[in-house]
């Protein structure tokens, strides 16, 4: 025998009156009172037997009979499956890997192949219609609310097609039902289920093994104003798309101090044409003196990351630069270890600068093949509107390099 497949809301009883409890020796269920039909409540998920029996008096004295019934309880579940199909409970913001064919356009099956993809499963045997939704919600506090198809499988079991997070609007404009937004890592994710008033949730986590890196700001008052030469609302917005980029890498990008400070002298009467480096070779590259000052007066103490914003920039002269940073790999005498860390972003530049200077500060030279990587040269593209990525490969060089 197999399930009756029924709940108190919307199905059918287990028996009502009219019916025949069997089919071996037929009894028909007459009311016997008030009571018209049956039903089963079920305490907790399982399989019982139930057992209908008769017991004839007066006219039907000697009239016995007993039958029984198999039952399952089934309590609704979700589950989430990886790429590999196997349970889990935390997903990465997605690199896109592999998402960009040799002309560097996006694959339109870019969800399918990605290793960060995965699937919502939900488990309930009273459904057998073709799809049903559930709510995802994957903001910060829940915030971010999504509605995603499930297809069934067999009666009772349904799943998603494949889903990735991402970190933007941008992003998540490609494809509006299948990216699912994340604004922040190390949250959890909610998927919820409602059927008949029953509702099933589980959670999973955004990111996993998730780092920390603090970056300070340092902003130079123009020389001979008290005005800065970006506003306080640009950094804000550039700590934002930073954030964004670095989940892919599950690393957290926290805003330490935000500084302004006063441009030295040497670069004060010199505003638009001060240069950051000496030497074309790592053999005899060296910053300048008024490279060091601009980074002492921004960052006293030397310490940490820091993001100096600067109203003009040339890495050498007649040499417009939006970024440079100070990267170990880049400048290799001892007199410039002082300085490691500090980039350098001209008000000129976009906001997709700031975390590709912290890409170089954290070991990644350009990638000057893939222009939709975060390491392409050019960081520019027309705004602020994704999709800046970084490899698989990149991720793991920058989590080596961030303690
Ligand atoms: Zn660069």
Known sequence: MGFVRTSYMDGTPLLAVGQTVTNDIPVTFAN???????????????????????????????????????????????????????????????????????LNILKNNFIDIDPDRFRVKVTDLRRTEASISINIYTGTSFSAEK????????????????????????????????????????????????HDGVIVTNTFF??????????DFAVMILPGTTNLCVNLERIEKDLQVTKERFMQADIVVQKGDVRTFMAPPLVATNLSNWTIRLGNDETNRILTAEAKAVVKAANPTLNG???????????????NAWGSAIADYYYKKTEDADYL????????????????????IWALVHSVNMPWNLMHPQTFTGGVTGTKRLTEVQVNTIRGKIQ
């Open 32 to 102: 016997p009172g008030n009571v018209t039909e049956v039903w089963l409540e079920a305490l907790a998920p399982g399989t019982a037997e139930i057992t209908f029996s008769f017991i004839g008096t007066g006219n039907a004295e000697g009239f016995n009979h007993a039958d029984t019934l198999k039952v399952m309880a089934q309590e609704p579940e979700i589950q989430f499956k990886a790429m590999d199909g196997a349970e889990a409970n935390s997903f990465h913001v997605a690199k896109w890997e592999n998402a960009f064919d040799s």
């Open 147 to 194: 509605v995603v198809s499930l297809y069934r499988q067999k009666d009772g079991t349904y799943l998603s097609t494949n889903l990735l997070l991402v970190a933007d609007n941008a992003d998540e404009s490609y494809n509006k039902g299948r990216l699912l937004l994340a604004d922040n890592l190390g949250y959890m994710a909610k998927a919820e289920y409602k």
């Open 206 to 215: 955004i990111g996993a093994n998730i780092k920390t890196a603090t970056v």
């Open 305 to 319: 990351y820091c993001l100096i914003y600067v109203p003009s920039l040339r890495s050498v002269p007649n040499s």
């Open 341 to 360: 860390g500090n980039s350098f972003i001209s008000v000129a530049a976009d906001s997709f600068t700031p975390p590709h200077e912290l890409g170089h």
